[in-house]
């Protein structure tokens, strides 16, 4: 087969692997931030100037609370693909890095409310960020390394350099040394 999901797929059907799985809940999230009122808003190198003056003789800069996200509520469940449509800026992005982990509390002058559990647990108690993977709508690659060292690289960002609890690879090597595979062709 050509397509390297459904050869995984067929290789962990194979060896009985089983994956780790999250179930993601959110109930009432909210996300807001500070944007600035009228021309300033613009970002123009005059304005850049108008700001960084102002910011030195202690004015602070018009703003106005806006609301990237409002009362927010779902589940996305395990093994389910779950499709996010909606028009351009209504918060598909910021829904998905807020879930991901890549928002936080206070951070990029964003407010985050309201309760977000990964399979039952809080965000404080769960390593979000070594189970969700996100892509930004621009992904760039380095064209000088081959896509596995791209995988690599990615993985021990993810995970660091001590291994995590479940390892694909090492899941696959216990599975020959075992000799599940033998078991299932006979």
Known sequence: EDNYLARLHKFIKKYEITLPTVQIEYRDLCVTTQALVGAAGIPTVGNSFIRLAKALVGIKPKTVEHKILKNLNGVIMPGRYTLMLGPPSSGKTSLLKVLSGRYCHNEEGLSVSGSMTYNGSNFDEFE?????????????????????????FAYVCQHGLRPPKFNLLEEFDRALKEGRHKKKAS
């Open 128 to 152: 979000v960020r070594r189970t969700a993977a996100f892509v930004s709508q621009n992904d760039n690659h380095i064209p000088a390394v081959t896509v596995l060292e791209t995988l690599e």
